[in-house]
């Protein structure tokens, strides 16, 4: 009687092409599930090694590995020349010890003010036909690294609109 109904279910499913269909899609079906739960599992461990990295980044920018409470940190000195990349000496009375960290000194207009004061600036006023200059003033916004820095600053630049004529004058050209 066995081989009888495994004799009928073969002669169904070749009868039958809807039961053929049913396990090829359930077989497609199981292999969705499978490759889904794969990328499911990829993505924890990426997220997981991603937060780790972030926190090894976080931890390089902390003042750590010193129980001085209070650094004195000197100017910015430029590796070469009077602006770019160089290094700035910190010391600490309590313990008696000496850091050096990099830092930036700015090449453009803000060299005059240093790379450690920071400050917000308003729009630029009027030209002053006498002078040919446009001023505005800027108020502190952070003083870094301890730095001296003054509570206001004005800046001047020239009223001549050439620059921005010459600009103008290329975006037209291209229509």
């Given at each position: 009687?066995?081989?009888?109904e495994?004799g ?28 889904f739960s ?8 990426l997220?997981?090694g991603?937060?780790?990295a972030?926190?090894n980044k ?14 004195q940190?000197?100017a910015c000195?430029?590796?070469s020349?009077?602006?770019?990349t160089?290094?700035?000496e ?6 008696e ?7 930036k000194?700015?090449?453009?207009w803000k060299k005059?003010f ?5 400050y917000?600036f ?30 206001s ?8 609109k ?8 290329k975006g037209?050209?291209?229509?």
């Amino acid at each position: 009687m066995e081989t009888r109904e495994a004799g009928s279910v073969k002669r169904h499913k070749e009868t039958d092409p809807g039961l053929k269909h049913r396990t090829t899609s359930e077989a497609y079906k199981m292999q969705l599930r499978v490759l889904f739960s794969l990328v499911l599992v990829l993505f924890v461990v990426l997220m997981t090694g991603c937060s780790e990295a972030g926190r090894n980044k976080k931890e390089k920018g902390k003042k750590s590995g010193s129980a001085c409470k209070e650094w004195q940190w000197g100017a910015c000195e430029p590796a070469s020349g009077d602006c770019g990349t160089g290094l700035r000496e910190g010391t600490c009375k309590e313990k008696e010890e000496t850091k050096t960290v990099k830092c930036k000194v700015p090449c453009n207009w803000k060299k005059q003010f240093g790379g450690d004061c920071k400050y917000k600036f308003g729009n630029w006023g009027e030209c002053d036909t006498e002078t040919g200059l446009k001023t505005r003033n800027g108020t502190l916004k952070k003083a870094l690294f301890n730095a001296e820095c003054e509570q206001s600053v004005k800046v001047t630049k020239s009223c001549d609109k050439s620059k921005s004529k010459s600009k103008g004058k290329k975006g037209k050209k291209g229509m």
